[in-house]
């Protein structure tokens, strides 16, 4: 028989290793969880639409990550990945961003990320302008060249610095009409013809939906998955009134912070009956953009019955689809009547087709008076029983 004090010896030894590896495994369960901003950066100004993103490491589980802006809650995720994406607006001032990890015992961890306002001390040149020019009339035997065409600013002929033609990346913000009006089968109609868009879409190209009546009842992230803006369009019902100039000027200020060619598509009768703005301020925020916006306007059996409203007569309702129409040829868009929803594919493939095949002309413009006034432009083409259209000019402020 072994002595009692060789036996003690490992005995003991495997005492303290497992000590050890407890005290181990506490000094880890008890490691305080660390989270950290990984998105918006730090020191850029944060505008428009924004993604919150938060990385975090040490123990324990996290049941729940709430995000703030500005002490403002504006969502949770219960699974990662912690990544949530917010809208902040044309406000260029500073931001402050929160971000708490809860735990089934409370609260772990908490990330915090300051971003500095936008800040504009001097006056800016007006810089290069860029024009989307389609083509309509005869059409050309070949593409055309950068001479072919003619810039007119204020009168005075413009030298073309850059020139494209074809395809470039597109930013579709898509309106669609939800009200009372597009019931008995129009809005599902509707639907299916902008999904002919979404199904259009290339690999650069970005789109977002806005479904609204009386108001936006959904509103989605821009996207490059067509899949992912296709499913929002189902289960659709049409009820309510109409807030058409409130979702077309939310529209045109939220694709000023895109990139690529932006484009509005707004399918509706172009009936305003509860919007808080006149299409007259809606005019005032599209010349000062880039958008480009096309109105697929449906003219159903009522098109021509005269509207009458609490807020405005019927002279005025009439005014206001004549200041819609307006603001589609300034911007460079165009009307694209439809009999019946069921029209409504065929227009979308259309408006689609034509934003493939623009000419893209950029140039600097020999006067910049800073005067905040609009300032008209025009393309010609040298080419016969061909016109071009784009935007009507633009405000120089």
Excluded: C, K
């Amino acid at each position: 028989m072994r002595p009692a004090r060789e036996l003690a010896a490992p005995v003991l030894a495997a005492v303290v290793l497992a000590a050890v590896v407890l005290a181990a495994a506490a000094a880890v369960a008890e490691e305080p969880m660390r989270a950290w901003f990984v998105s918006p950066p730090a020191l850029e100004p944060a505008i428009g639409e924004v993604e919150l993103e938060i990385g975090f490491e040490g123990a324990g589980v996290v049941r729940e990550a709430r995000f703030l802006v500005d002490g403002r809650e504006v969502g949770r995720l219960s699974r990662p990945p912690y990544r949530l994406p917010v809208e902040l607006g044309e406000e260029f001032g500073p931001h402050r961003f929160e971000a708490v990890l809860m735990g089934a015992d409370g609260e772990l961890a908490r990330a915090v990320r300051e971003t500095p306002g936008l800040r504009i001390d001097e006056q800016i040149d007006l810089g290069l302008q860029q024009l989307y020019v389609a083509l309509e009339g005869a059409r050309p035997a070949a593409p055309l060249t950068a001479g072919e065409f003619a810039v007119i600013d204020d009168g005075r002929r413009q030298q073309i610095v850059t020139f494209e033609g074809g395809d470039a990346a597109l930013a579709v913000a898509l309106l669609i009409d939800a009200s009372q009006s597009m019931v008995g089968g129009a809005l599902e109609a509707a639907v299916g013809g902008a999904r002919a868009l979404l199904e259009g879409m290339q690999a650069l190209d970005e789109a977002s939906l806005v479904l609204f009546a009386d108001a936006v009842l959904h509103r989605g992230p821009y996207t490059q998955e067509p899949a992912e803006l296709a499913r929002a369009l189902e289960g659709v019902s049409a009820a309510g009134g109409t807030a058409l100039n409130d979702a077309l000027y939310l529209a045109i200020r939220q694709l000023e912070s895109r990139q690529g060619r932006r484009v509005v598509v707004l399918l509706s009768d172009g009936l305003d009956i509860h919007s808080a703005l006149s299409i007259e301020e809606v005019l005032w925020a599209a010349r000062r953009s880039r958008s480009v916006v096309y109105w697929i306007e449906l003219r159903g059996p009522r098109y021509q019955e005269r509207v009458v409203s609490p807020w405005r007569s019927a002279d005025q309702h009439d005014a206001e689809r004549r200041g819609l129409a307006q603001l589609v040829r300034e911007t460079g868009g165009r009307v694209v009547p439809i009999a019946e929803a069921g029209e409504a594919g065929v227009a979308f493939g259309e408006i689609l087709a034509e934003l493939r095949s623009q000419y893209v002309l950029g140039y600097y413009p020999t006067r910049d008076l800073d005067d905040g006034a609009w300032h008209p432009v025009a393309v010609r083409v040298a080419a016969p029983g061909v016109r071009a259209r784009t935007r009507g000019g633009y405000v120089d402020d």
